[in-house]
Nanobody, 123 residues
Framework: QVQLVESGGGSVEAGGSLRLSCAAS????????MGWFRQAPGKEREFVAV????????NYADSVKGRFTISRDNAKNTVYLQMNSLKPEDTAVYYC????????????????WGQGTQVTVSS
């Protein structure tokens, strides 16, 4: 029903920036709250940021607040994650996720997931 494809990952030095994109194949993208989560090796998947259907309400993990910005373009069926001032501890596979109508910070609440994109930050 909802297919998500992330892109934009890569390797950067600490202090650098990356912009992740997540393209959704869905009839009405604006019906879905969107989230970004990440998973580092040996760790559980953790919340990064969410954005509501209209794009006017966002929420961030404390660890990325002030450095990352989530946004969406409903006309392009795409959600973005702008990541600035990257740190080695940001190294992880980043996933976008979709959930009907509302957003939460719990990964288990999201039924639709992309395949993930690797972000590696070197010191």
């Amino acid at each position: 029903q909802v297919q998500l494809v992330e892109s934009g990952g890569g390797s950067v030095e600490a202090g650098g920036s990356l912009r992740l994109s997540c393209a959704a194949s869905v009839r009405t993208f604006s019906n879905y709250g969107m989230g970004w989560f990440r998973q580092a090796p040996g760790k559980e998947r953790e919340f990064v940021a969410v954005i509501n259907r209209g794009g006017f309400s966002t929420n961030y993990a404390d660890s990325v607040k002030g450095r990352f910005t989530i946004s969406r373009d409903n006309a392009k069926n795409t959600v973005y994650l702008q990541m600035n001032s990257l740190k080695p501890e940001d190294t992880a596979v980043y996933y976008c996720a979709a959930r009907g109508y509302t957003t939460t910070m719990e990964a288990d609440d999201y039924p639709y997931w992309g395949q993930g994109t690797q972000v590696t930050v070197s010191s």
